[in-house]
């Protein structure tokens, strides 16, 4: 079992992991775009999401397969739950995971309305125009 | 010979043959000069991907684990379709 | 009578559904048929009416039987030869191609009948169907290695067998 | 044991995999060429929870950044237009 | 220029502080070489017919269902809700628009795509239906059946169109009528056996599974011939048709042609 | 004797599989080879059919043999069918949807072609 891959290998995960997080969330900053900066909020989710499951995976054993957390005996005895603990992953970040796609969902579903009619009342979705925009209107009822 | 261990060999010895399969789909992908190109390679990948999962399935000896495939086949082809729809028509409810 | 009409275009769907439920679950259960009952009648009521247009031709049984005959002629014929000329071809020191795009009139008239010669010319590489005309049943197919550009002959080329065994099972 | 290493080796690619799709859907001009690499990098991302023994996460996850996401995006870009200036 | 270079200054920065503090084991060993005590207790009970684990068994094998709607299933309940009031927010910047039906003639896509879309939305629906009914045995359940059963009509929605979708009874008012249903339901199947116990004066609690030293009242552990988890089952059952009516409704809203959406908001806006 | 069977369907999935393998990477390379968008459209479909729905029904007989996978393997078996199946109708309408859309819209250069009988009966423009 070489431990020296398996850890390079997940430090190469997490890494990726956090360049992706990275790298959204300059592209939800600085990009004016409204609808490239929903793709990165969503891009920013997904790679958040990732990252807890991640930590909620398990360290292989030799001679062991890792099993998803389901039993798939229906009829378990002592020994077979023993070793169900003994092989599957921890279920409470998928669980908590599941959840947060969803709800990640509708927030992108509120923010694809909100961006829609923002571009009904502006006529466009890119946010510098819509800032001269606003402040042009708000210098012409100065005046 | 023992069965476990001979369709574990198998599926091992094939997974570099789609690794490589998966990086020239990647490589379209990415290249694609326009984008209808680009959901045809994505497509590919992705069909293929099923395959590959299903095996990946009876690799790590999880059959509960084939549901995935279904749904990864099921909404590329939704992707197709959008595609086609915002090439096609006016509006995508039209 | 109309309501029993309907209520008989939502049977061969319900069976699909319920068949499809039990490959799925791949198990026979008590569970499994009970839950996959209710749900295929569910389904097939909702659905009945979108998908089957004949109650009729929706449960005969020679019409299945053409289509098993058919799906193991094209898996072995036409799927291996079409693939291998693929193959050989695109894979050679020089591409071969010559693509073009021919008419080819058919004789199924059916939706679902022109439905399944297209997936089929479609999932043979080498042909793609690109667009029909419904109303003089056409289809414009995508063909790589063109042999011919007259209709008759491409008829026969790319499209025959399928439209055969299409009009058997669907008209 | 050889399976380790082979789900170590496929995860750290399909990671890498999703940081070039990530970069390459941040910088496109053409937001439906973000948008693809968008599914890209969620197609990556279902095999890496198909990897992590998360069949649940996959189900939910397949639905809704391969078949809603690009949904929402080019229904919008449908509307606001194609390219970012 | 300026601002680029800074945001990519502050990018790297922010991704080096990030892996030194997790190299330096910010986040504990990487991978976990053991099971937190709490994913050992919920594995342990998930499933689980001997006495002294039946105080917490959820009686599903699925741990994951198992964990959403029993272990933390007020959280859920919530999270259901907040769902709900996203959906909601978004119909409010639409209540004019969605209560007109589009009139223009459907167009769609060719009908080779109309008929193979339509044999196989039936096979989507069993596999979808499939998902939730098996939710408490195989990977599965509320959200991930939604989403499944979500592509059926968000495929007929871009394959027909959406005045099909409206002539064959999928209507706004409809679909958030099922979703609010679902809802209720949902609450519903929360408080049963609190209620019942109410009703037959013994100890009961809300959210209540399978049942307890104190309060002898629960949901029946078996289904026919296989586990079904108690309450898991209906939760399921209701949060599908909850997610596929949510999906369902978002889409035939976002999808409104343009021109009716402009005669609406510019109407607004100079009070016709 | 079950035993004996077993292997049988294990021997004949995974000649399937590898025959799928093939398929595979040859569409992977015509994928990246072949000249324009609409001829990339047959390496879709030797991926599609080839590629994937063969070994599917593969990975199924495969899974239906193996032993040591315990009950649920039918569960499997059958899943992957009705994945192969689904996949192969919805491929096939996917890549006509893509290719009609793509040609109406003009997305994609046709040319290299011999002739364009379409072009012919709309009566638009050369392309």
């Avoid at chain 2, 999962?53 to 379709?81: H, K, N, Q, S, T």
């Avoid at chain 3, 291998?84 to 191609?97: S, T, V």
């Avoid at chain 3, 067998?161 to 099972?169: E, K, L, N, T």
């Avoid at chain 6, 890549?95 to 819209?105: G, K, L, N």
Wanted: with cysteine; aromatic share 10%.
């Amino acid at each position: 079992m070489d431990t020296e891959f398996v850890r390079v290998a997940y430090m190469i995960v997490v890494l990726s992991m956090y360049v992706n997080i990275g790298v959204s969330l300059y592209a939800a900053l600085a990009k004016p775009n409204l609808v490239k900066k929903i793709i990165a909020l969503t891009i920013l989710g997904d790679s958040v999401n990732t990252f807890i499951i991640l930590v909620g995976y398990r360290f292989w054993r030799p001679g062991v397969f890792l099993q998803p957390p389901v039993l798939t005996n229906l009829r378990p005895t002592s020994e077979v739950i023993r070793q169900f603990l003994e092989k599957a992953v921890d279920p409470i970040p998928q669980a908590l995971v599941l959840t947060a796609i969803v709800i990640n969902l509708a927030v992108t579903v509120f923010l694809a309305t909100v961006a829609l009619h923002m571009y009904r009342h502006f006529g466009t979705v890119n946010m510098d125009v819509v800032g001269r925009l606003k402040r042009y209107e708000v210098r012409k009822e100065m005046a | 010979m023992n069965l476990a261990t001979w369709v574990t060999d198998f599926i091992v010895f094939s997974m570099p043959f789609y690794f490589a399969a998966f990086a020239l789909y990647i490589a379209r992908a990415i290249k694609g000069p326009t984008v209808p190109d680009m959901v045809l390679a994505v497509d590919a990948l992705s069909y293929d991907l099923a395959a590959f999962l299903v095996l990946l399935g009876i690799l790590f000896r999880a059959p509960i684990m084939i549901p995935c495939a279904i749904v990864l086949v099921l909404w590329v082809y939704a992707l197709d379709i959008y595609m086609a729809k915002y090439f096609e028509a006016g509006e995508i409810g039209e | 009578m109309r309501s029993g009409r309907r209520w008989l275009r939502c049977v061969a769907p319900a069976i699909m559904a319920f068949v499809v439920y039990i490959v799925y679950t791949g198990a026979a259960r008590l569970y499994d048929i009970t839950t996959g009952a209710i749900a295929a009648v569910a389904v097939g009521a909702l659905m009945g009416t979108l998908v089957v247009a004949d109650w009729r031709k929706s449960l005969s049984i020679r019409r299945l039987g053409w289509l098993a005959l058919y799906t193991l002629k094209y898996f072995f014929v036409h799927e291996v030869r079409a693939h291998a000329e693929m193959i050989r071809k695109c894979l050679g020191p020089k591409m071969d191609i010559s693509p073009s795009i021919v008419r080819v009139p058919i004789r199924s008239r059916t939706g679902f009948g022109v439905t399944m010669v297209s997936i089929a010319i479609t999932n043979t590489p080498g042909t793609v169907v690109v667009d029909l005309d419904e109303e003089k049943g056409v289809l414009y197919v995508h063909w790589l290695f063109t042999k011919t550009l007259v209709d008759s002959e491409a008829y026969r080329e790319v499209a025959e067998d399928f439209d055969r065994y299409a009009q058997r099972v669907f008209e | 044991m050889m399976a380790v290493d082979i789900v170590m080796g496929l995860l750290a690619a399909s990671a890498l995999i999703s940081v070039i799709a990530t970069v390459l859907a941040v910088q496109a001009r053409d937001l439906l060429k973000a948008v693809i690499f968008s599914a890209l990098q969620s197609v990556a991302y279902t095999l890496m929870y198909f990897m992590l023994m998360a069949p649940d996460i996959v189900l939910v996850y397949a639905a809704v950044a391969v078949g809603i996401y690009p949904l929402i995006l080019i229904l919008l870009i449908k509307k606001v237009g194609r390219y970012e200036v | 220029m300026l601002r680029d270079v800074a945001f990519a200054v502050t990018l790297v920065v922010f991704i080096v502080l990030l892996a030194v503090a997790t190299g330096l084991g910010g986040l504990g060993p990487l991978p976990p070489p053991r099971l937190r005590p709490l994913a050992v207790n919920v594995l342990n009970t998930t499933y689980n017919p001997y006495y002294a684990a039946r105080n917490f068994t959820a009686d599903a094998p699925e741990a994951v269902t198992a964990v959403v709607w029993d272990y933390r299933g007020l959280d859920t309940v919530f999270e259901t809700a907040v769902f709900y009031g996203a959906i909601i927010g978004a119909l409010a910047l639409y209540r004019e628009v969605s209560k007109r039906v589009e009139e223009s003639r459907p167009r769609g896509l060719s009908t080779i795509v109309k008929v193979s879309t339509a044999v196989m939305v039936v096979a989507i629906a069993a596999v979808g239906v499939s998902t939730a009914m098996h939710g408490q045995l195989t990977p599965g359940g509320g959200f991930q059946a939604g989403s499944i059963i979500a592509v059926a009509p968000v495929v007929l929605l871009v394959v027909f169109s959406k005045s099909f979708l409206e002539k064959a009874g999928v209507r706004y008012a409809k679909m958030v009528a099922l979703r609010s249903a679902a809802l209720v339901g949902i609450g519903l199947a929360a408080l049963a056996v609190a209620i019942a116990a109410g009703a037959m004066g013994c100890w009961g609690y809300v959210l209540q599974n399978q049942p307890k030293p104190d309060a002898p009242l629960g949901y029946p552990p078996r289904a026919l011939d296989v586990p079904s988890g108690g309450s898991l089952m209906v939760f399921n059952v209701l949060e599908m048709l909850a997610v596929a009516a949510g999906f369902t409704v978002v889409f035939l809203v976002l999808s409104t042609s343009e021109k009716l959406a402009k005669e609406e908001v510019v109407g607004e806006e100079h009070g016709y | 004797m079950s035993s004996l069977v077993s292997w049988i369907l294990v021997g004949v999935g995974q000649a399937l599989v590898i025959i799928g393998i093939f398929c595979d990477l040859a569409a992977s390379i015509m994928m990246l080879r072949l000249p324009n968008f609409f001829a990339r459209l047959h390496a879709l479909t030797v991926g599609s059919v080839g590629g994937a729905f063969i070994p599917l029904i593969g990975a199924a007989l495969i899974a239906a043999g193996c032993d040591f996978l315990g009950p649920y393997r039918w569960f499997m078996a059958g899943g992957a069918v009705v994945t192969a199946i689904i996949e192969y109708v919805l491929a096939g309408a996917g890549t006509h949807a893509i290719a009609r859309a793509v040609y109406r819209a003009k997305a994609a250069p046709l040319k290299p072609i011999v002739a364009d009988k379409l072009a012919e009966d709309r009566g638009g423009e050369e392309r």
